[in-house]
């Protein structure tokens, strides 16, 4: 039986979990795969500290060369973060002839071109199911069960720690700041969350689908991102009246030869399956002209559920060594369409918009706004306007409260002249909060 | 490039769609596999009559032999009914060295054994991803996604029609028949719907995941199966009251060496993901050890998401004849254990139960059933006795009332053993109503 030998760089959580179950399932992986997988070597940086699955001594790395200049090693688990970093250990894995899986979706997302483009020219696979999605299998589905499908539209929920943080805001009506708190203490949010609430992570991981989806490759800096960090709860409860519940979705659309990615928040009606996926799990929706809508749900992050990933692309590449598959139809990259993607500007976005306007409860308002989205051809659909006192403004002291528009689809466009104007003709006290919704009625 | 060329047997509904993506979407396909698919010839017992997707006549084959006997077809699709002559097409085909796709349940559950052996030494590959929950590529998930998992549990709302019947059930308050009625209208169930409601479709799928799941052969037979037809409107009611939702379940866990299959009307938590799986969508929750729980969700019938599964086989194994991969590592069958498994009898069932008995308004009832249940050591979690009243009894003409008892986890035996004492001192006026629960209390 063949022997795939695998050393890993990092070894941290995920890391861990990887170690942990080659070594205590060896038995069912050989039996399931029909290859041994033998884990040869891990580097850390640090081995003076104490691990949740501690190695024997005779596996420990103490240089980054025992495991990229040891030629039995077959398979690179690249499990550290940044960018530099990884890019250059991965660079120098592809060279040498050694295959890489890896969890690093920032890479990916913003590297990866180059990534797998060497890759491709030296005949490497790249595994990286555990980049998006955690345990999902998301990757495999995408490449092969929906290969019969050109993909209309991939809706994710593909932050853990976000969405936790949405689902108290709504469940517990707490506010953001709290929420986050609570979630840093529980560990679902790490002590610097930056890149997780400011929408970063996820737009890493939808950039990623969506190059493999569209068979090309996508300028990262292109990606409208926008994050939760200015999410208020009222506007989560009045989105609920109306029968939305607020995501951090990210989207991925493919029209007129463009491809439409973006990051934020999003009302989505409240009976749609995305809307009901709670708390720290992660779900993708991916349309496909043939199968029309699918759903995958699973944990997003976390030890084992990733390192099931890991291990699922290690086996995978392990069976192509050991059948001494060459690199003839491999696609090894994510570019079956040998091009760049061209992505839609924010302007040119096209969906409803939910639009909280802050007014005077005086006479005459909401006929002002009316008017002005007349003029920008923007089609209401409900509005809700609220007794509830925010503040009070003026000589008089007038009351202010809430108007919520919900638009029929419009462009972006039009909405952000419409704002503007409003804004600029002081029919308004505050800024206008701005939610995209998604809900198919185009 | 590598040409595979592919036969169709039976032209139905999914041979229509199956046909349809191959030639609109040869590009597409040429793209993201590497290879050239060319759908060569199919077979039809008639083609005297319209089809959704006409064939040229240069495509019509007239005899099974023009599919069978042609050397250069690698691929046989096999879409047609039944059990015996799909069985005797395939088996003809693996000792011609073709390799098979297949959508049929029916013959993979009850004589997947054969199948997979005489395929397996012979060399040849079995795609079957097309049977089980059409267009969601659940196979290739519990084979590749998640092979470093032992796959604890296995939920699966797997069939449509019953799943859609159950739904309006609920929603709209109707009885069984009259919405069996209105589905069979509106293309939601055959003509002829027994394999449907009686369960039986249900467990042909179940067997099949427990089978790849746990590496194994399952004696068809000896698997519980229960459909929906006596499903009763007040169950629904009564269980919503205590937070759970009725669903055509399909279960697969392992304990103790044991593999239990099974498929009844199930009362799940109203909060899990699965109890939200509506209308005609199938869903799949499995739960690994490293990845946790995990849920796929789609289309599980129609013309194009089958046909969509269907070619994720076609192309997946096009491929690997194109790299000319032997058998060496190949896991044709679903046998990785190599053994037959073993069947929990439905006597050694554990679980909770929801039982409703119908019994004469007066003191003293619930105190009787309490003591039969405490006297085969069940404990109770819930009672509901309603006010409504369901019939008259006796000389006195008491009034009959429903009284459900949802019970802790328990055996089958016990369970089964109580309701027989209770109707033997005819404390009960009526069978009394049994439905599992399933909410992980245990």
Redesign the interface.
Known sequence: M?QINVGIVGYGVVGN?VAR?LEE?KE??I?????QINLKKVFTRNWNKSFPYPLPEEKKAYSLEEITEDKDIDIVVELTGGIEFPYNLITECIKKGKHVVTANKALLAEKGKDVFLLAEEKGIRIGF?AAVAG???II??LR???????IERIYGILNGTTNYILTKMLKEKKDFNSVLKEAQELGYAEADPTLDINGTDAAHKIAILASLSY?GFIDFSGIYVEGIEKVNNLDISLGRELGYTLKLLAIAKSHNGEIEVRVHPTFLPSEH?LA?VDGVYNAVMVE????????????GA?S??T???V??DI??IG?SI??G??R????TSMN??HKDLSLTKVSDFYTRYYLRFTVPDVTGVLARVAAVFAKYSISIAAVIQKEKVLSFTGEKKEKVVPLVILTHTASENNIQKAIKEIEQEKITVEKTVLIRVEDEEI
Chains 1, 2 share one sequence.
């Open positions: 063949k979990g179950i399932k069912l992986l039996k399931k795969s029909g290859i199911e345990g999902i299998p495999r589905a092969e069960g929906l290969v019969a499908n050109s068979g399956p009901k496909g002209d043939s199968v029309g809508e699918t759903m995958f749900y699973g944990k976390g084992l559920p390192a099931s990933s291990i699922s086996v995978d069976k050991a059948l598959v060459g003839e139809i491999e696609v079956w369409e």
